[in-house]
């Protein structure tokens, strides 16, 4: 079991560009989260896919689109990157809902927007 | 609403001496609460996690918890700091309320602990 895999691992943008953050998990979970993490500020959720179909936006949604491609995948664009967006992502799953689900990390991709 | 103090950005300790990091919650409802463990340029991993069985929770690696509801705390404790121990940690709170979705879990800040040889 490889866990949550995330692509690519390092990018570096110019303003303006966009780009796709894929994930990827084979642990049949069926919820799916991306957070952004910065100094000093703890990891914060951007969106999240409770299932397959579904996505819903959490505390800091703008400027990104989700897309739950098929139970496995959840990916994360950026239409047109901004400075303020250059952070570390993390994909997250979990089995279910439920409040003491523990949530399964990826190993993170490290964007620089310029 | 929901939310995690962790006190100290920062915790150095000597190698073979306690480890404490704190975390206090607030939550209008019982809580459940969680210490991850992120070590460099790696994602988060589950030390424990507290749902409301037994109060004291013992996790990967040595490390526990205690979960004080008179005092809101969840802090984090290890007897014997091992090098290996450096890493970023974080405490994390949710709630019957919230489930698992947008406000499902509501992460610290982090601490990022230092071991000294």
């Known amino acids: 079991n490889a866990g949550v895999t995330q692509t690519p691992k390092f990018q570096v943008l110019k303003t303006g560009q966009s780009m796709t953050l894929q994930c990827a998990q084979d642990?049949?979970?069926?919820?799916m989260y991306w957070y952004r993490q910065d100094p000093g500020m703890g990891l914060r959720l951007i969106y999240y896919?409770?299932?397959?179909?579904?996505?819903d936006k959490g505390e800091v949604p703008n400027g990104y689109n989700v897309s739950r491609l098929n139970k496995r995948e959840f990916s994360l664009r950026l239409e047109s990157a901004a400075p303020s967006q250059t952070s570390v992502y993390f994909c997250?799953?979990?089995?279910?809902?439920?409040?003491?689900?523990?949530?399964?990390f990826g190993p993170g991709t490290r964007l620089t927007v310029l | 609403a929901q939310s995690v103090t962790q006190l100290g950005s920062h915790v150095s300790v000597s190698e073979g001496a306690l480890v404490l990091l704190r975390c206090n919650y607030s939550?209008?409802?019982?809580?459940?609460l969680f210490w991850y463990v992120q070590y460099p340029n790696q994602g988060l991993q589950l030390l424990l996690k507290?749902?409301?069985?037994?109060?004291l929770v013992k996790g990967i690696n040595g490390f526990e918890a205690e979960f004080k509801k008179s005092e809101t705390s969840f802090h984090l404790t290890k007897p014997s700091a091992h090098m290996s121990d450096a890493a970023e940690y974080f405490c994390?709170?949710?709630?019957?309320?919230?489930?698992?979705?947008?406000?499902?879990?509501?992460f610290g800040k982090g601490t990022h602990l230092i071991i000294q040889p």
């Open positions: 997250a799953s979990t089995m279910g809902l439920a409040a003491t689900d523990t949530q399964y």
């Open positions: 642990m049949n979970h069926n919820s």
């Open positions: 896919s409770a299932s397959e179909g579904t996505t």
């Open positions: 939550s209008s409802v019982p809580p459940y």
């Open positions: 507290y749902t409301s069985a037994a109060t």
């Open positions: 994390a709170v949710s709630d019957d309320q919230s489930g698992g979705g947008a406000d499902g879990l509501t």
